[in-house]
Nanobody, 127 residues
Framework: QVQLVESGGGSVQAGGSLRLSCAASGFTFSRACMGWFRQAPGKEREGIARINNSGATFYKDSVKGGFTISQDNAKNTLYLQINKLDPEDTAMFYC?????????????????????WGQGTQVTVSS
């Protein structure tokens, strides 16, 4: 079955960096579109980055320049490099996969555009 397992979260000080990983299994990783989302306490889950099976990447406007999504198809792993962390970045971060339909022409960061989800990894940024 499809599994997505995030790791790499933690507690960091403002200005620091983290690299989140998402290990994928149960589907053909190179054919899927993948995304990173976050959900802060009391807020809705929001899409922050997406990478299509074409290699095209898309970002929420507010994270451009600070967040980088990438993937290693040989390792079936998705990454999110986060630089210059801010306390407002404190959230649970989730990876998600779109595998059930052709996704290569979509740029959607809507959670409804993805089929499978991981359990999340917590990122806490202190000032």
């Amino acid at each position: 079955q499809v599994q997505l397992v995030e790791s790499g979260g933690g507690s960091v000080q403002a200005g620091g960096s983290l690299r989140l990983s998402c290990a994928a299994s149960g589907f053909t990783f190179s054919r899927a579109c993948m995304g990173w989302f976050r959900q802060a306490p009391g807020k809705e889950r929001e899409g922050i980055a997406r990478i299509n099976n074409s290699g095209a990447t898309f970002y929420k406007d507010s994270v451009k320049g600070g967040f980088t999504i990438s993937q290693d198809n040989a390792k079936n792993t998705l990454y999110l490099q986060i630089n210059k962390l801010d306390p407002e970045d404190t959230a649970m971060f989730y990876c998600a996969a779109r595998v059930l339909e052709d996704c290569r022409f979509s740029s959607s960061l809507n959670p409804g555009a993805f089929d499978y989800w991981g359990q999340g990894t917590q990122v806490t940024v202190s000032s």
